[in-house]
């Protein structure tokens, strides 16, 4: 039976295994586990299921049965070690190779379930092999996808309840959970304990105390989790991993999704407040990197710049990168609304003359028209002498108005914080596993080093899927052991 808003007036619970977050990792686990035998209680603190999975598209996998369908060579070896290279190997290869082995067969689990898979993408340009598997409704469909499942099976799930605190034995085993409905606290008696509460992204201030580049203007375009499994799992001893990882996203607009898609086009320049180009701008494709570069500029800000005729050509033909909602060839038809509507308010500059934007931007004058004039120049020569920026994303700023969209920093959410082994056991500060407790998704570290790689395309929604399987299949051997 699944409890959907309604909460139990006894003062305790009693099941095998509690789930904390139904999110991706958590809702996997608890399919995971129930299909083991186990008994579950899966904790939600808001008022429906989801978290970032709901605004996740594509999920990571080697070997999968839509990839050997559709003839793509994606072999788990070979993207073990892309993802170890990328790294310079400062993740754990245990954990990694697990992930990357457990993915394909994710697929199949998924498949063999009920749900369909629309497509694998081509995620960055003529990227090889492709393995951003997009399932049916993509991340919002899979979600309620895993909720049915867990309803077919007698996972209790009970929404609008937040677990408080991990209760422990006197010889450090897991007992259950303290947790809290409608200002009302009750135990939850259980052997085994599963974190999958999403990071700290809402936070602010463990944000502050981990993330070295951060600054107040970090605009968060994911869901705000408040670090619940971080605080709770810390407080009984767990050690931790990968603090101060974020997935970056590279220059936001933060005003508009619409204007955002805009301002991170390749044929667009982007500039700093000093009016110097500081990347090849072709690398929005690669947005990890991109934050990367603007997390180098002063206060970590840059404009992105446009003229008439680029204006009109996504109006008219749409954008060439787009994003998710705006996916490739979307024609932004209300472009011009949107940009007169920002410039009122403050946060776009629109101008005939260079000079003005310069001055806006605060910038002098000078530098920014050495930097169209160069940028011109290279456009004019189909080569980017500095950046060796790609000639197809070659286009002059020539026609006025020219256009100046202030962008700030920005981030899907935190990666790392709990460390775990490849069995996805939470370890404690002697690298031992804490008994009954598992943990995965972003929550996690020691997956991912500090700059997410987009080779490995939706391997945040692949981790926290395959993190939580594999935590259920162990969490539910747990439980069972005599």
């Not at 990367?292 to 050509?313: G, V």
């Not at 197809?392 to 202030?406: D, V």
Request: one cysteine or more; hydrophobic letters at 35%.
């Amino acid at each position: 039976m699944v409890d959907s808003k309604k909460k139990s007036k006894s003062e305790s619970l009693e099941t095998q295994i509690i789930v904390v977050g139904a999110g991706g990792t958590g809702l996997a686990a608890a399919v995971a586990a129930g299909e083991k035998g186990a008994k579950i209680i899966l904790l939600e603190k808001r008022r429906a299921a989801g978290g970032n999975t709901a605004l996740a598209r594509g999920i990571f996998a080697a070997e999968s049965p839509v990839q050997k369908r559709m003839k793509i060579d994606a072999r788990r070896e070979t993207l073990f070690k892309i993802a170890m290279g990328y790294s310079h190997w400062k993740v754990d290869p245990k954990i990694v190779r697990a992930f990357v082995d457990k993915s394909g067969d994710t697929i199949r689990w998924l498949e063999e379930k009920g749900l369909k898979f629309e497509d694998i993408l081509h995620y960055t340009p003529n990227q090889i092999p492709r393995v951003f598997h997009v399932p049916e409704g993509r991340g919002a469909g899979l979600v309620k996808f895993l909720v049915r499942k867990c309803e077919e099976m007698g996972v209790r799930l009970l929404y609008e309840t937040a677990a408080k605190r991990i209760l422990t034995s006197e010889k450090g085993k897991v007992t259950g959970v303290l947790a809290s409905a409608k200002e009302k606290e009750f135990r939850i008696i259980g052997k085994s304990v599963i974190i999958g509460t999403g990071g700290y992204s809402g936070n602010r201030e463990l944000l502050r105390q981990y993330y070295a580049d951060y600054t107040e203007d970090l605009c968060l375009h994911g869901s705000p989790n408040m670090g619940d499994g971080l605080l709770m799992t810390t407080e009984i001893g767990a050690a931790t991993e990968g603090l101060g990882i974020l997935h970056l996203r590279g220059p936001r607009f933060p005003g508009s999704s619409y204007i955002a898609v805009v301002a991170e086009e390749p044929i667009t320049i982007w500039v700093n407040k000093k009016g110097e180009r500081f990347i090849d701008e072709a690398i929005a494709f690669y947005w990890p990197e991109s934050g990367n570069a603007l997390n180098r500029q002063p206060d970590k800000m840059s404009y992105t710049l446009l003229d008439e005729k680029i204006k009109k050509q996504f109006i008219e033909e749409g954008v060439i990168k787009g994003v998710a909602r705006y996916p490739t060839g979307t024609k932004m038809t209300e472009l011009e609304e949107e940009l007169r509507l920002h410039s009122d308010k403050g946060t776009i500059k629109i101008s005939d003359s260079l000079e003005e934007i310069a001055q806006w931007i605060g910038a002098q004058p000078r530098v920014l028209k050495k930097t169209v004039d160069e940028y011109n120049s290279f456009c004019d020569q189909r080569y980017d002498g500095l950046f060796m920026k790609d000639p197809r994303f070659l286009q002059p700023l020539l026609t006025p108005p020219y256009y100046a969209i202030k962008c700030v920093q920005s981030f899907h959410g935190t990666i790392g914080g709990i460390k775990i082994n490849h069995r996805m056991e939470v370890l404690d500060q002697q690298h031992h596993p804490i008994p009954g407790l598992y943990a995965g998704g972003i929550d996690t570290g020691g997956w991912e080093s500090d700059t997410y790689c987009l080779t490995l395309s939706g391997s945040a929604f692949g981790f926290a899927l395959n993190s939580g399987r594999i935590a259920g299949e162990n969490a539910a051997k747990y439980v069972h052991q005599k």
